[in-house]
T-cell receptor, first 114, second 113 residues
Framework: DAGVIQSPRHEVTEMGQEVTLRCKPI?????LFWYRQTMMRGLELLIY????????DSGMPEDRFSAKMPNASFSTLKIQPSEPRDSAVYFC????????????FGSGTRLTVV | KQEVTQIPAALSVPEGENLVLNCSFT??????LQWFRQDPGKGLTSLLL?????REQTSGRLNASLDKSSGRSTLYIAASQPGDSATYLC????????????FGQGTTLQVKP
């Protein structure tokens, strides 16, 4: 298995533009997590899904952020409109059967909003 | 609100030294605790998982301990190697009803040859 695949690896966009980050979890994994990592706040959970259903979105900073998981093999995190303070590394992770086991992270998307 | 703290923020040691990384958490009511490793520009790799009922877990040169009552965990690395250089993060899971992990800020370790 190729692991958790995120795209793009790097994204530079102008303030106000829409940004879409993509994630393909490991095949068979039924949990999917979106995290954001910044120097100031460290690693924070934004939202997670179980069997494609959002379970906890309390970490989504505001209405500008939205996440979807239309099927078991694909998820998106969208920011519209983007702001400079959204600059961070966004990680996707997946796990199987229990959120604690087999926790596998993707390599992340480094987002820069100018 | 659960807060996770890791001290020190950075550590530099000569190769071969044994070392201990510290993690503390404010709410002792946890389900489990994990230690992760993060290499520059990469995602996190899970190293060790300790359930709340366990005291320690071992994998190779790594040993993680948990003292839930005092809100502390340590990661012991024996005979450190330059390849161990990375950032180490601990994360706690509050209960079995949530998949959310709360992470510390990490300790960046440099092992000098």
């Amino acid at each position: 298995d190729a692991g958790v695949i995120q795209s793009p690896r790097h994204e530079v966009t102008e303030m106000g533009q829409e940004v879409t980050l993509r994630c393909k979890p490991i095949s068979g994994h039924d949990y999917l997590f979106w995290y954001r990592q910044t120097m100031m706040r460290g690693l924070e959970l934004l939202i997670y899904f179980n069997n494609n259903v959002p379970i906890d979105d309390s970490g989504m900073p505001e209405d500008r952020f939205s996440a979807k998981m239309p099927n078991a093999s694909f998820s998106t995190l969208k920011i519209q409109p983007s702001e400079p303070r959204d600059s961070a590394v966004y990680f996707c992770a997946s796990s199987f059967r229990d959120p604690s086991y087999g926790y596998t992270f993707g390599s992340g998307t480094r987002l820069t909003v100018v | 609100k659960q807060e996770v703290t890791q001290i020190p923020a950075a550590l530099s040691v000569p190769e071969g030294e044994n070392l201990v990384l510290n993690c503390s958490f404010t709410d002792s009511a946890i389900y489990n605790l994990q230690w992760f490793r993060q290499d520059p520009g990469k995602g996190l790799t899970s190293l060790l998982l300790i359930q709340s009922s366990q005291r320690e877990q071992t994998s190779g040169r790594l040993n993680a301990s948990l003292d839930k009552s005092s809100g502390r965990s340590t990661l012991y690395i024996a005979a450190s190697q330059p390849g161990d250089s990375a950032t180490y993060l601990c994360a706690v899971r509050r209960s079995s009803n949530t998949g959310k992990l709360i992470f510390g800020q990490g300790t960046t370790l440099q092992v000098k040859p």
